[in-house]
Structure formats: structure tokens, C-alpha cells
């Protein structure tokens, strides 16, 4: 599936994304990707975030890949029995939250993301995981890929997949995607 041939929602996690984020700058490379924007980006609660993704798939007209973020993940992973089934046709998920570790604590409350879900997502998937991720443990990610019928990739020790961890650019995720597209013709 061409790239073009799609609507492409990018899913930030907490926070939102600065410029420069690899986010940000597929969203500015391609001119039918759109960060769905949250009402509050340090106050996660799931219905809120739910519904705003929902109204951004609203204004679509094209097939839907959603591509996660961290908490994004976690998001779309709740979100993918509630939207309409015809409208996505995949999700790349970049670097998954455990919300259920012990350590470090999170620094915000998403209990309302909690648990995890576990169920096979009803769209085409691939997770991107990182052996180092501060986040989410490689083994449980991989879990995670394995529950939502995922593909899933070893990213190798990428931290979280973000600017902290020296991912702006991320060439090497733009080529996944692209990899990731093709498989969904």
C-alpha cells in the first residue's frame, strides 16, 4: 500500500512530542499525516484520549494507519475495538509503555490505561521495540507484540525511540514504516 494512498495519524504518548521528534518530522515529510492532538498531553485519561482519536479519524477519507508513540501504544491498543473496523488498515507502534512495572515509577497517573490490553488487534500490526528502552523491557514489549498479533522488531539499544535518546531523525523507523506499508497491499 502506497504511503500516499492513506490517511496517517501519528499517536503521541504523554507529553505530546517536541519539534524535532521523528514524529514531528514524518508528520511535516508527508502531507496526509496528522498528530491527533489531546485536550491536555500531561493528563492522561483514557476515555478523553480515546475520543479525541476517534474525532480525528472522523475527518479521514482514505484508509487509517495509526502510528503509536509510548503511551500512544497503549492508546490505540484500547481504542482498536471501538473505532470503525472498515477505516484502519494498520498500526506501527514505536516503543511501548509498560504501565505495569515497578520501576522507575511513573512520574503520571494513567491508571485509567490500566491493564494493558491483551487482545489481537483487529487490524495489521508491527511493534518497534528497544533492548534499552528506560519505559519497557524488551521481553515485555515483545509480549505485547505477541498478544496484539503484532510483527515485531528489534530496534536494538534505542532507548525510548526519542529525543532524549537521540531520535529526532529516526532513519531507520521511516525505513520500517515504509517496509511495514508495503506488507499491508
Not at 101 to 119: V, W
Amino acid at each position: 500500500m502506497k504511503i500516499s494512498d492513506t490517511d496517517i495519524l501519528l499517536v503521541p504518548g504523554y507529553g505530546n512530542t517536541p519539534e524535532g521528534h521523528w514524529m514531528k518530522r514524518w508528520q511535516a515529510k508527508m502531507a496526509n499525516a496528522w498528530v491527533v492532538e489531546q485536550r491536555d498531553w500531561f493528563l492522561p485519561v483514557l476515555k478523553t484520549w480515546q475520543d479525541a482519536l476517534t474525532e480525528r479519524m472522523e475527518k479521514t477519507t482514505q484508509p487509517v494507519v495509526l502510528v503509536g508513540h509510548s503511551l500512544g501504544c497503549i492508546l490505540i491498543a484500547h481504542a482498536a475495538h471501538h473505532i470503525p473496523k472498515d477505516k484502519v488498515v494498520g498500526a506501527y507502534l514505536v516503543a511501548p509503555m509498560d504501565l505495569e512495572r515497578d520501576t522507575p515509577a511513573l512520574e503520571f497517573d494513567a491508571s485509567s490505561f490500566l491493564p494493558a490490553p491483551k487482545a489481537p488487534l483487529p487490524f495489521r500490526s508491527h511493534v518497534a521495540a528497544s533492548r534499552n528502552d528506560p519505559h519497557c523491557s524488551f521481553q515485555k514489549a515483545e509480549e505485547l507484540a505477541k498478544a496484539w498479533g503484532a510483527t515485531f522488531q528489534d530496534a536494538g539499544e534505542a532507548g525510548h525511540i526519542n529525543m532524549a535518546s537521540g531520535h529526532g531523525p529516526w532513519p531507520e523507523g521511516m525505513m520500517s514504516f515504509a517496509g511495514f506499508m508495503k506488507r499491508l497491499g
